[in-house]
């Protein structure tokens, strides 16, 4: 029998002496030793005496360890010892890390010195990130530090209070190297941390009862750990005596649905973290077309007419959701694009086309990096690749662009044909679609144009809600200027 990697158990008499201690490392041999003297920890020794039914205390020595410990009474209520349970501070920085790979996270004690940290720096260097006593005063429950770091690259630090429960156990910080989205984001981190470390102290719980006798009962509480562990939060240990064993799986079956919540709410904040990291970059999207107002409501047309014929193409959910998104963002690369070139009111020079070609690759080099944006990566990439291999940046052909590309390709040439351009007035839907029939087999894949076509009823209709009842008066069919010049770089 071997103990969840990483979790330190110990079981100490009334006296606070170590009756076993057990740190696990998985499929490795558990490391084993008793008989020491661990009545000095923090408040041990309180708990021990009666005077608390729980106590948490970090220990800085030979290896920082932050520990939850629970009293341990016989049958007749009688207090007999305790047993804690805890974690190394290094093994928990690793997994925020792992969690979080553009954050670092920084433990600190009451005195501001670092216990340990996942910046890329020895320990020879902590003692540059010490906190002075003026930032550890104004570090409260209602209000954090923002200090800015230079160790293991350039960052903004959060600096937090560490409590668990009632005890304070010193500072936490939280390094972010994005600057641009800390401002939005930093508070949502916070939360994040102490969810994600409050839930690790709960899991570590379910470890304690590996370290109980073999017995029938414990064997029934291991079995429960190991379905709980795979993700089973809905099972509970049946209680089939009532001496200590008894206590022990009732107090289990209790951490398991205080588990089940906390799971359900770090989800939900990590759901909420998800949708900020979009709405900052749905506000640079936006952001690009407040710098030309004849591009006004743009994304938003493209997303409706490229949903349309994706449905009729039969796409799934999931592909049509990667669509909505990269609808959006198609055109975020512009934002690198200079305004003479952007708002030019002319056919554009040689050079400037190329210039203007580069937005696609600019785009997806600012997405890149954001994991749950990875299937909108190529739609962005590819939306100005042709049929026939004559597109950008690529020259991608046929099936080699992505489906969802070749639908944006062509709900993009709809929308900038039949909208006002600085260089031309917008044009009718059926210019439009005859355009795009034009280009059947040259700039657009066959099969999107058909869907085009089915669904040509309810993009009239969009069009038409649009606008209003504003009557334009557009060139006839033959002038396909306009649109060719977008398919180039507009």
């Given amino acids: 029998m071997t103990v969840h990697p990483n979790v330190v158990i110990e079981a ?42 729980t106590v948490d205390l970090l220990t800085a020595a030979p290896r920082p360890a932050v520990f939850t410990g629970l009293p341990v009474r016989n049958a007749a209520g009688a207090l007999i010892g305790a047993i804690l349970i805890g974690d190394y501070l290094d093994d928990l920085a690793g997994a925020i890390k792992a969690s979080l790979p553009r954050d670092d996270i920084t433990f ?4 501001g010195q670092v216990l340990t940290t996942s910046l890329g720096i020895s320990p020879g260097q902590w003692s540059t990130l010490a906190l002075d006593g003026t930032t550890r005063g104004r570090v409260n ?11 293991g690259g350039p960052g903004m630090e959060i600096v937090s209070p560490w409590t668990l429960r009632t005890a304070n156990l010193g500072y936490l910080g939280t390094v972010a190297s994005s ?38 009962p414990v064997h029934r509480l291991v079995e429960a750990t190991r379905l709980v562990s795979a993700g089973d939060l809905e099972h509970q240990a049946p209680v089939t005596t009532r001496d200590e064993i008894g206590e022990l799986t009732d107090s289990f079956n209790q951490m398991t649905r205080s588990l089940k919540e906390k799971s359900a709410s770090l989800r939900t904040t990590m759901t909420q973290l998800q949708d900020t990291y979009l709405m900052t970059i749905e506000a640079l999207a936006a952001a690009v077309e407040a710098r030309d107002p004849y591009t006004h409501g743009h994304t938003q047309r493209v997303e409706e007419y490229a949903v349309i014929m994706a449905k009729a193409l039969g796409s799934t959910e999931a592909e049509i959701s990667a669509l909505r ?19 030019k009111q002319a056919r554009l020079e040689p ?5 203007m070609q580069k937005h696609p690759v600019i785009g997806v080099d600012m997405l890149k990096g954001i994991d749950f944006l990875d299937p909108v990566l190529p739609l962005v990439r590819h939306h100005h690749e042709r049929w026939d291999g004559n597109g950008y940046p690529d020259q991608l052909r046929e099936d080699e662009i992505p489906m969802g590309a070749r639908i944006l390709a062509v709900a ?30 040259t700039h657009f894949d066959p099969e999107v144009v058909t869907a085009f076509i089915k669904s040509q009823r309810q993009i009239e209709d969009l069009l038409r809600a649009a606008a209003g009842e504003e009557m334009h008066h557009h060139p006839e069919a033959d002038d396909v200027g306009g ?3 977008h398919v180039v770089g507009r």
């Fill in 12 to 53: 100490v008499d009334i006296s606070g002496r170590e009756i076993v201690g057990v740190v696990g490392h998985g499929a490795l041999a558990d490391a084993v030793t008793q008989n020491r003297d661990l009545s000095g920890w923090p408040g041990l020794s309180y708990m021990l005496s009666g005077g608390g039914t």
């Fill in 108 to 111: 600190y004690d009451v005195n």
């Fill in 141 to 151: 429950p209602t209000s954090v530090v923002e200090l800015s770091r230079l160790a």
């Fill in 179 to 216: 600057a641009g989205l800390l401002a939005d984001t930093n508070q949502l981190r916070i939360i994040l941390v102490t969810l994600f470390l409050a839930g690790v102290l709960f899991t570590l719980a379910i470890g304690i009862w590996l370290a109980r006798r073999i017995t029938r």
């Fill in 325 to 343: 998104r990269a609808s959006v963002l198609h055109d975020i690369g512009k934002i690198g694009i200079e305004d003479v070139i952007l708002r």
């Fill in 351 to 355: 050079d400037e086309a190329l210039r």
């Fill in 412 to 441: 993009d040439a709809l929308d900038a044909m039949t909208s006002d351009r600085p260089y031309r007035a917008a044009r009718t839907f059926e210019y439009a679609k005859t355009e795009i029939l034009k280009g059947s087999a």
């Fill in 483 to 485: 649109w060719r010049l």
